[in-house]
């Protein structure tokens, strides 16, 4: 058994909101379980009434006895009970899905398929980071793109991980899952199971205690003949899962998170992994990194970085995060042009500056740019008309726009 096995009762009782909800289940389930109150006067004085008074007295405690064992049941079974009352149950992943996300939709899948319940995975956006799209081939694991809520399968069986509220499609809103499992902060809730957990650093750590509460066999050798399988494919993708979020297991994760990896492991295929965690790059994201690389420039710890015209424009995200690795760099920007337009990536791990804010007000003044984003991750996208001109060459201005934002960077604006 995993340490941070929790039960339905306890994860109910972590989130305030809901400390009515166990109360409540209390009350519906001794409702549920215990008989009718005989009518004690009218009982005769006969032995037959004392040994069937016995009998019900047994009857009550097998009764209250199964009622605590419901009461302290693994979360891990409520969220199986919860798909086994469903025919079939559509998972949704978040915008452009990340391996954690995948990882969790896969593990509801194998539970779901284990009591019969047929199972649609489906995203928003795209996957496109090459290890995203190495996880979907490698791992053979199937999803389709969804691009309103009238896309969605089964709508009458939502479940949504590794985020709490649906977002990125068109009528998004509207959608009202049964479950949500997922280890963001947010106050999205489902029908009839709510599990998120700040502290995991992976939705497929919750999913992998899930599998563990359920008593799945975690090494392919073992198991019975019903037993729920956690076959190479589910183990190492979770394992990738937990990785990916965690930074290799280095940032925001628990004793949990290793411990989760530690019971996936004799599951693992390790050259699955290997082809999971290290897939070929094409040449148009290496171009650019080799071009971030020569480019960039560094202002005291700031670096900023011009690569010109791109024809790959994910290829910005992941050079950005290879030029975090120079030494002595706490945020960088890099840009590039394609299509008329200026796409900007920007990471910082600098506490000073709010990343999303720098790029907002470094663009505040160009009506038509786009900028934003979290304090450590941003984006933006600046049509190139919106840029001022150098006055000998009429071409765009991009030393302006670098001073800008390294200007912003160090609280100019
Ligand atoms: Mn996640």
Redesign the pocket.
């Known amino acids: 058994m995993l340490v941070g096995m929790r039960t339905h009762l306890e994860v109910a009782a972590m989130d305030p909101h809901r400390v009515a909800a166990p109360i409540a289940a209390v009350f519906e389930a001794l409702s549920r379980f215990l008989p009718e109150t005989p009518d004690l006067a009218s009982v005769p004085d006969d032995p037959l009434y004392y040994a069937l008074g016995f009998l019900v007295a047994l009857a009550v405690l097998y009764v209250l006895y199964r009622f605590v064992r419901w009461l302290l049941r693994p979360e891990g079974v409520a969220f199986r009970n919860l798909l086994e009352r469903h025919d079939e149950i559509n998972v949704l992943m978040h915008p452009n899905p990340?391996p954690?996300?995948m990882a969790a939709a896969m593990a509801v899948e194998s539970i779901a398929e284990h009591v019969d319940t047929e199972t649609v995975v489906q995203y928003p956006g795209r996957i496109r980071r090459p290890e995203n799209r190495a996880f979907r081939t490698v791992l053979e694991f199937d999803c389709d793109r969804i691009e309103a809520a009238s896309d969605i399968e089964h709508t009458d069986g939502i479940v949504l991980v590794?985020h709490n509220t649906a977002r990125g499609f068109v009528d998004s809103e509207e959608v009202e899952p049964i479950a949500v499992v997922d280890?963001?902060p947010g106050n999205g809730t489902g029908s009839e199971f709510t599990d998120i957990r700040e502290r995991y650093g992976?939705?497929a750590s919750i999913l992998t205690e899930y599998l563990d509460d359920l008593d799945a066999a975690f090494d392919p050798e073992r198991g019975g003949e019903d037993a729920l399988v956690v076959d190479s494919e589910l183990a190492t993708g979770l394992t990738y899962g937990v990785q990916s979020?965690t930074k290799n297991l280095t940032r925001g994760c628990t004793e949990i998170d290793f411990d989760v990896c530690a019971a996936l492991f004799p599951a693992i295929d390790q050259d699955l992994l290997r082809r999971v965690t290290t897939p070929s790059v094409s040449h148009d994201v290496l171009r650019v990194k080799a071009k971030a690389i020569d480019r960039v420039r560094v202002e005291g710890a700031f670096g900023i970085c011009n690569v010109g015209d791109i024809s790959n424009v994910d290829a910005l995200s992941q050079a950005v995060e290879e030029l975090m690795r120079l030494e002595g760099a706490s945020a960088v920007v890099l840009y590039g042009i394609n299509d008329g337009t200026v796409h900007v990536s920007a990471r910082s791990h600098d506490d000073r500056l709010h990343m999303g804010e720098c790029l907002r007000r470094a663009v505040g003044d160009i009506e038509t740019a786009s900028a934003g984003g979290h304090p450590r991750m941003a984006g933006g996208q600046i049509p190139l008309s919106g840029l001022p001109t150098d006055d000998s060459s009429n071409a765009p201005d991009f030393e302006w726009f670098d001073d800008r934002i390294l200007g912003a960077m160090n609280g100019e604006y």
Do not use: F, L, M
Request: glycine share 0%; aromatic share 0%; no cysteine.
């Open positions: 990340d954690d996300a590794d280890h963001h992976a939705t979020d």
